[in-house]
């Protein structure tokens, strides 16, 4: 059955990755799967074809199902989903090299620097790490793709991440061959042995690296292209919210993003357990790759959601309760779902309380198709994530080091229903800022001369900014700067980074930020206080005599004994908030501190608060949407010709992982009128009800009786 190969990348879509166990094969029922997937309401899927797990015949030395027989599962799957007027994509994880192919060709495998071919854990059988650079994935990749493109009339190709990563069950340093010539024509230098961010070769390999994995996506779509010039080409990775990918595998998905036709990013994992430790990955994780991704590439970002709870529970679904919430903010920040399944077709799964939460939003998204295709982000605030800062600032804990800031912003300005953009420092250099009023750079530590050219000419032109603690104060190297870049600017002059606790001397301390001027717009809604809690690091600063100072540090004083828990300096005069209006209109606030990291952290709302009210101040409140809810219910604004849609993503569900959601009740939605815009109605798109909407001088507004889950206001 042909059909046009590309209509689905143009499309809001609803789709499910499947990894083919070698079990699968034994008795996998196509049809029954592609009327299963057809219920579910998917019409993207892409499959494990080719790689460790191979599931066609093949005379290539890539391992093949032992159950797959002379069966070709591969075509019967393509041909069965189509049926059903599915998009069939080709898979391939060319990360592992089956024992028989390296034994053949060791050159295909990625070496330690003794020049030994690097072998998988031996839980995963008899594999070997392959190197992006070697024959396996380039000249043999070749075969494998011509042995698909040419036999089957797939949708699309897509590449699993360790088919251009360095990471991928290793420690990603290879001394291969191909790598120790191109690193030394490179750098002039041996590949490091070992990560070590105090040896300056460490960061040059890393910067080899990032524009190795950028190569490489490049080299797999011009691959395919040399097949078929009309085959999608998907490629699957992560951004900044997987640090540990992200680093040890070099990834550069903006990078990539310019060269292949869609973006598949994860979101899979919810709690990491190894061994009695464990923690909680981040819950607006989805809507975070998708608010980037949307906004840093041209093509519709797609975001990949783990049906199971991992790690390592693979075989239990994820509540209902969580998933539906948890894939419906992809939905709301521009993005396409994708659900991973690793446990084969969906009749074989042990555990199948989580497909009505996936069926329910696939369904509702299908039903609604026309309000998600061609929209584009309201937002007039923009967050910004830097890349050489996360590498090359974050280093060996780029997470606490830096994404905990930017996630800080993130849950401030969601728990208070901002609406904002993620961009790169790669679209602020561009300087198309002109739809954004303020742009906030949570400790962009790491930044170019073309960077803060383009922020500060941004301010002239009447664009504020915000900025925390050590902002522009070191090169896109990781090299420290005796100022920060921004010094004008951000009104401020380094001279140290200290804790705010004071030096370490084993005594237990606590130290405070103090109001000095409570009437400013900056510390409304404190309420009656003097004193908010000082945490983390902080950078020593001289302020420019033209800002204001509304905070400054106190002395840090003694928690115990508490006869004793106070201290005679009081007040340090050191400067922990910089204001200023600018001749051109615009605004700039600097928080010398930790604010975001802390709140990200520890949660503090008064952290929040000043964040808050920073925005609030910068943009002089002239936000493109207003919402009276719960902190817990998440809201994005889209713009369509002619329509406003507001998502709102209900998220209180109490305690991880979430069993039932409590309703956000009585929701008010108010929305600014402009010359270009005067909505006729309003409704719901679960029911198409239609909403009372009260028409003000400004604006409109309409009320939202109860939200379960997942709903869009729809203003036209």
């Not at 951004?239 to 040890?248: D, H, I, M, S």
């Not at 302020?543 to 201290?567: C, H, N």
């Amino acid at each position: 059955m042909n059909m046009a190969k590309s209509d689905w990348l143009s499309k809001r879509s609803r789709g499910v990755h499947l990894t083919i166990r070698d079990i699968d094969c034994l008795d996998f029922d196509t049809e029954r799967f592609a009327k299963d997937l057809n219920e579910l309401g998917v019409n993207v899927l892409s499959f494990f074809c080719a790689g460790y797990v191979t599931v066609h015949p093949t005379n290539l030395s890539i391992r093949k199902s032992p159950f797959l027989g002379d069966r070709d599962l591969t075509g019967d799957i393509v041909k069965a989903v189509q049926s059903y007027d599915i998009r069939a994509v080709a898979a391939m994880d060319l990360s592992l090299i089956p024992g028989n192919a390296a034994l053949e060709h060791p050159e295909w495998c990625s070496c330690d620097h003794e020049g030994k071919p690097y072998k998988a854990n031996q839980d995963l059988g008899d594999f070997y790490i392959a190197c992006p650079l070697s024959g396996y994935q380039n000249e043999y990749l070749a075969e494998i793709l011509r042995e698909i493109v040419m036999r089957y009339e797939v949708d699309g190709i897509k590449f699993g991440g360790g088919s251009y990563g360095f990471s991928s069950y290793g420690n990603g340093i290879c001394h291969c061959a191909r790598c120790r010539e191109a690193f030394g024509a490179y750098a002039g230098s041996q590949i490091p042995v070992k990560e070590d961010w105090n040896d300056p070769v460490w960061g040059t390999f890393q910067r080899w690296r990032q524009q190795r994995v950028v190569e490489r996506s490049k080299f797999l779509y011009d691959l395919v292209k040399s097949l078929d010039p009309n085959m999608p080409v998907m490629c699957n990775s992560v951004c900044f919210g997987e640090t540990g990918w992200t680093t040890k595998g070099a990834l550069d998905i903006e990078g990539m993003a310019a060269y292949i036709d869609a973006v598949q990013v994860e979101a899979q994992t919810r709690i990491r357990v190894e061994g009695d430790s464990s923690h909680w990955d981040f819950l607006l994780w989805p809507a975070e790759e998708a608010n980037f991704l949307d906004n840093v590439s041209d093509h519709q970002p797609w975001v990949l959601a783990s049906y199971f709870q991992a790690w390592p529970w693979r075989r239990n679904a994820v509540p209902p309760a969580e998933q539906k919430v948890y894939m419906a903010q992809i939905y709301a920040n521009g993005g396409n779902a994708i659900l991973n399944l690793s446990g084969g077709p969906i009749e074989g799964h042990q555990d199948q309380r989580g497909f009505p939460a996936v069926k329910s939003l696939y369904h509702f998204v299908a039903d609604n198709q026309e309000y998600y295709n061609d929209d584009r982000s309201g937002a007039n605030v923009a967050i910004v994530y830097s890349q050489d800062t996360l590498f090359y600032y974050g280093k060996e804990k780029p997470k606490l080091n830096y994404v905990d800031a930017i996630r800080g912003i993130e849950l401030a300005l969601s728990d208070n229903h901002i609406p904002f953009d993620i961009i790169s420092d790669a679209v602020v250099k561009k300087g198309n800022l002109g739809k954004y009023r303020a742009i906030i750079l949570p400790s962009t530590a790491c930044m170019s001369e073309e960077t803060a050219a383009a922020l500060s000419q941004y301010a002239k032109n009447g664009g504020s900014v915000i900025a925390t603690f050590e902002t522009s104060l070191f090169d896109t190297d990781g090299s420290k700067r005796s100022d920060f870049l921004l010094a004008n600017l951000l009104g401020a002059s380094y001279i140290s980074t200290n804790s705010v606790m004071g030096e370490e001397n084993g005594v237990y301390k606590q130290s405070y930020l103090n109001v000095q001027n409570s009437s400013h717009p900056l510390l409304d809604r404190l309420g009656d206080t003097t004193v908010i809690p000082a945490s983390n690091a902080y950078c020593r600063v001289t302020a420019d005599k033209e800002f204001v100072v509304p905070l400054t540090l106190s002395a840090p004083f003694r928690v115990f004994p508490e006869g004793q828990s106070y201290t005679l300096e009081l007040d340090t005069g050191i400067p922990m908030l910089i204001a200023r209006e600018h001749a051109g209109g615009g605004r700039t606030v600097y928080f010398p501190g930790q604010q975001d990291t802390a709140f990200a952290r520890y949660g503090y709302p008064d952290w929040a608060l000043l964040l808050v009210n920073a925005v609030l101040w910068t943009t002089r409140e002239r936000l493109p949407l207003q919402v009276e809810g719960p902190e817990t219910l998440v809201a994005t604004l889209r713009v369509q010709e002619q329509r406003r849609l507001v998502h709102l993503v209900n998220v209180n569900g109490g305690r991880r992982m979430f069993r039932q959601l409590i309703p956000a009740r009585d929701v008010t939605i108010s929305l600014p009128l402009g010359d270009d815009f005067v909505p006729q109605r309003a409704f719901r798109l679960s029911d198409h009800s239609p909403l009372a909407m009260i028409r003000e001088e400004d604006a409109v507004s309409v009320v939202v009786s109860s939200i379960l889950d997942y709903d869009v206001v729809v203003f036209e």
